[in-house]
């Protein structure tokens, strides 16, 4: 026979598959982003640290950690993410200063006297700055701290009077305690020009360099794969500015060294504040980038746009050597020397604060191409919107200041990443009490749903064969939700989307094992393990998905130890052979209850009732579930409390009736014959009365004699 010719077979076509786009702040508008090697590099300005950090840094680095987290376990590229400490800053030098000075005040302080007159010149001094301050929130905030000192000062005053030597001590603290930032910036005029150790300047970012850390930690951020401190890389920096100076970008004046903006505009191939081009001569801008210890050096500079590369270093600051003199770099060189001397000529991504647009990464962008000569210094600029507090820009003067470690007490870190998932990452974000209640909703929803699955396979196991329209309709829900989230997700990482997408699917599966007898746990199974990688790559750990080790081996004790409890009670109540039947049943669901409500719940076990059917058995953090039980009880006390005023409310307002005598409350037709006490002996058929219903028309006449006597003696009373 004849060898048959091979079937003829043609590719499909296949559908176009959405490809990454990131709002892009150099163009204003999404891109489409193209690495420009296999590993995307990628540098995030790091933290000034000169104090606690707060929620608008959270908003940043939990929002960068999100976007990394997506990019490389979700479209699955290798980045190299370098972040910068900033540890050489005016604001931590005047901070170092005061508190050096402050300490050393207070470890040799005189008489209480000399503490007053000190305090009172210091006072006077800080009005003066009050009355040459502008800007309204920092003149409320200085203002603020007048009052805290007076009010400090009233209160040792009264303890003098009173001649209580130990309460004046405390007060005097108390005193010192409330003036420290005034004292400090006293003391700085006075004494600050005299301090030259670099390592008073060094203590302070240490300090909240490691609390940022721990911050971080807390928040599930990622560590950066490196992390550049400003205080280590002096040298490179001294050679970056020379090489700039040698390409004719900058020149040197008094011992500084200040970025020719002119000239680097002159160039063709160049432009100066390409994200902010509306900023552009910005006087206040500048000097505030400049640094508050930075003014009056319009004399040194060719042009009011020109800014430092290096600060020739005044009395009281820290100096590193240079070519042109003691001094320390400024602050927009610090990371353009960083960055490109980790990742090289051209970064694929750069992150930062809105707030730090311009002048800080225009000028970091002029300087980096200014060295490399190219105009391609980053190629993604992305930047995080600003974060309110309950609609307002967060200040310390309107007091909604609020701390990572505050905001954490009062919310997980789970629910702190899931208000920022709600959001997209460039817009403004407002913290408020109803965003943080949506985003403790939406984890609860979460959760509940991964407990449910999780009650379903240890109930019925993995079934796959039930498969009608119903199961049906909800794989096609399911792959509609993994393609939109994908759409999302390249979408500018839109999470807010993503997270809406996994919101309807949840839903609907939740209504498809709520109505059906007979469910296909396989497909829940599926979706449950969607949404749980998903949220795991967002950085939300969803649910108690196995514990191991000693952990496991501890919780697996503590229900050992419930068990052994209940079974002793038992115990002992089998051997008691004089309880009551009734009795005994009374004790036994009372135990259920104490099981359910008492003893599995610290242990972070949630038992659901069900009707004719084993409990759910659910495994929660512990401590989010005392906290609602708690919150329950208090409802429910709250209840019994606005029920009882009503009852006493209406019992005011009726009319005081006669109780019957309870002797008399069964001379009822119902009833032919009674005894002494008034007791029905026959019913009205003559027939008589049994046992059981003699007992319970007992129990009635003993309540209504209470009734009766209590009336009686409020008659009386």
């Known amino acids: 026979m004849p060898k048959r010719p091979d079937p003829v077979w043609s590719a499909p076509e296949g559908v176009k598959t959405p490809k990454l786009y990131l709002y892009n702040s150099l163009t204003r508008k999404k891109e489409l982003f193209v690495p420009q090697n296999h590993v995307v590099t990628w540098y995030s300005c790091g933290p000034t640290v000169y104090d606690e950090s707060h929620m608008g840094h959270a908003r940043s680095y939990v929002s960068f950690d999100i976007l990394r987290r997506v990019m490389q376990d979700y479209f699955g590229y290798h980045i190299n993410y370098v972040m910068n400490i900033t540890d050489i800053d005016d604001k931590i030098i005047k901070r170092a200063r005061t508190k050096y000075l402050v300490k050393q005040y207070r470890e040799s302080q005189g008489t209480k006297e000399q503490v007053y007159d000190d305090i009172a010149a210091a006072m006077a001094y800080h009005n003066t700055i009050i009355v040459t301050t502008t800007d309204p929130d920092k003149r409320k905030m200085l203002i603020d701290e007048v009052q805290k000192v007076k009010v400090a000062a009233e209160a040792l005053k009264a303890a003098t009077i009173s001649q209580n030597a130990a309460e004046t001590l405390v007060k005097q603290e108390e005193l010192l305690t409330s003036a420290s930032s005034v004292l400090g910036e006293w003391l700085d005029k006075q004494k600050g020009m005299d301090i030259t150790n670099n390592s008073i ?179 993604y600029f992305l930047h995080t919107g600003h974060l309110h507090i309950d609609g307002c820009k967060m200040s310390k003067s309107l007091k909604n200041f609020i701390t990572i470690k505050k905001a954490l007490e009062e919310s997980s870190a789970s629910h702190l990443r899931i208000a920022f998932l709600l959001h997209s990452w460039k817009d403004t974000l407002d913290y408020s009490s109803n965003t943080m209640e949506g985003s403790r909703q939406y984890y609860k929803m979460l959760n509940e749903f991964n407990l449910n699955i999780q009650d379903l396979i240890r109930r019925t196991g993995c079934t796959s064969t039930v498969w009608t329209s119903q199961e049906e309709s909800l794989q096609s829900l399911y792959n509609s939700c993994r393609v939109n989230v994908h759409k999302a997700l390249c979408d500018n990482i839109d999470t807010r989307r993503a997270l809406d997408h996994i919101r309807d699917v949840i839903t609907e599966a939740n209504k498809y094992m709520n109505n059906s007898v007979k469910v296909n746990s396989q497909l829940l199974i599926n979706i449950n393990s969607f949404v749980g990688k998903l949220m795991n790559i967002f950085g939300v750990p969803v649910g108690d998905r196995g514990a191991s080790g000693d952990q496991g081996s501890e919780k697996l004790i503590a229900v050992a130890e419930v068990v052994a409890n209940i079974r002793e009670q038992l115990r002992q109540w089998a051997r008691d052979k004089e309880k009551d039947v009734k009795e005994l049943q009374r004790q036994l669901l009372g135990l259920c209850d104490n099981i359910r409500d008492d003893f599995l719940p610290p242990l972070g076990i949630r038992l659901e009732d069900r009707e004719g059917e084993s409990p759910c058995i659910k495994l929660v953090d512990a401590a989010e579930l005392m906290q609602e039980i708690q919150a329950k009880k208090d409802q429910e006390e709250a209840r019994k409390q606005e029920k009882a005023v009503k009852k006493s409310e209406q ?67």
Not at 259 to 283: I, R, S, T, W
Not at 355 to 361: E, M, R, S, V
Not at 675 to 689: A, L, V
């Open 201 to 379: 300047f060094a203590e302070l970012p240490r300090h909240y360099e490691d609390e940022f850390n721990k911050d971080m930690e807390a928040l599930n951020v990622l560590p950066a794969d490196v992390v550049t401190r400003v205080s280590e890389f002096v040298p490179q920096i001294v050679e970056y500015i020379k090489k700039i100076m040698s390409n004719g970008y900058a020149y040197e004046s008094n011992g500084s060294v200040y970025f020719d903006v002119g000239k680097f505009e002159g160039k063709g191939n160049h432009y100066y504040a390409k994200l902010v081009p509306e900023a552009y001569g910005n006087q206040e801008a500048l000097e505030e980038g400049e640094g508050a210890l930075s003014l009056n050096t319009a004399q040194e500079k060719r042009s009011p746009n020109d800014f430092a590369l290096w600060k020739a270093s005044k009395p009281g600051e820290p100096v590193w050597p240079s070519p042109w003199g003691l001094g320390r770099p400024g602050w927009h060189i610090e990371c353009s020397a960083m960055a490109s001397g980790v990742l090289g000529e051209s970064l694929d991504i750069h992150t930062g604060g809105v707030d730090l647009k311009f002048p800080h990464h225009d000028n970091e962008l002029a300087q980096s191409e200014a060295y490399f000569n190219n105009d391609h210094w980053v190629r």
């Open 651 to 717: 019992a005011a307002k009726a009319p005081a009736e006669t109780p019957k005598d309870p002797k008399d409350m069964f001379r009822t037709p119902e009833y032919s014959q009674w005894d002494s006490n008034g007791i029905p002996s026959h019913d009205k058929d003559g027939k008589e009365i049994s046992k059981s219903q003699m007992k319970k028309l007992t129990k009635q006449m003993e309540a209504q004699k209470k009734k009766f006597d209590k009336w009686q003696a409020l008659q009386q009373s």
